[in-house]
T-cell receptor, first 115, second 113 residues
Framework: EPEVTQTPSHQVTQMGQEVILRCVPI?????FYWYRQILGQKVEFLVS????????KSEIFDDQFSVERPDGSNFTLKIRSTKLEDSAMYFC?????????????FGEGSRLTVL | GENVEQHPSTLSVQEGDSAVIKCTYS??????FPWYKQELGKGPQLIID?????GEKKDQRIAVTLNKTAKHFSLHITETQPEDSAVYFC????????????FGTGTRLKVLA
């Protein structure tokens, strides 16, 4: 069964360092997303991406965050200068069409710990 | 603003009993309501969803009901089994202009053998 894969599964970094989280969405999917889940809290939307550009972003997704699809398979989330409060589980997701007509498939997450 | 409340936060049931998880949403423009199951160390997986033009949907032991007037929707699991133990999240999404889900805070379900 096709799946969304994420790397790394866990990353520990010092405050102020840059972090890149990587995702390989399902190959025929067109929409890509990043969500995050702070420990014990709800899953929160960060950004959606379609046709090589951001289609929507939340207020969490400030100038410290960026996304790109550098090639035909990878979808990355970059945090330029990490803060303690960026510690969370980050989930990548993809869907074939809009969420109105397609299921959202999630990866297993990348746990980011900022010290 | 947009918000989804979910209750209870934890739920323990005996194997074979039913479990019910309830969610309330704030945005009346929401028209799609998925339920996700998250097992330990894994990402959320869709188990059932319902659209606003339907009041109830069933898939084997799992059912979801929607009351648009009250802005409530619920997940019902019958004949629970130990493998149903997980964290369950409800979510709501507006039909147009957005691709984001607003998630509930999650319910940790424990099915006791």
């Amino acid at each position: 069964e096709p799946e969304v894969t994420q790397t790394p599964s866990h990353q520990v970094t010092q405050m102020g360092q840059e972090v890149i989280l990587r995702c390989v969405p399902i190959s025929n999917h067109l929409y890509f997303y990043w969500y995050r889940q702070i420990l014990g809290q709800k899953v929160e939307f960060l950004v959606s991406f379609y046709n090589n550009e951001i289609s929507e972003k939340s207020e969490i997704f400030d100038d410290q965050f960026s996304v790109e699809r550098p090639d035909g398979s990878n979808f990355t989330l970059k945090i330029r200068s990490t803060k303690l409060e960026d510690s969370a589980m980050y989930f990548c997701a993809s869907s074939f069409w809009t969420v109105n007509t397609g299921e959202l498939f999630f990866g297993e997450g990348s746990r980011l710990t900022v010290l | 603003g947009e918000n989804v409340e979910q209750h209870p936060s934890t739920l323990s049931v005996q194997e074979g009993d039913s479990a019910v998880i309830k969610c309330t949403y704030s945005d009346s423009a929401s028209n799609y309501f998925p339920w996700y199951k998250q097992e330990l160390g894994k990402g959320p997986q869709l188990i059932i969803d319902i659209r606003s033009n339907v009041g109830e949907k069933k898939d084997q032991r799992i059912a979801v009901t929607l009351n648009k007037t009250a802005k409530h929707f619920s997940l019902h699991i019958t004949e629970t089994q130990p493998e149903d133990s997980a964290v369950y999240f409800c979510a709501a999404q507006k039909g147009s202009g957005t691709y984001k889900y607003i998630f509930g805070t999650g319910t940790r379900l424990k099915v006791l053998a």
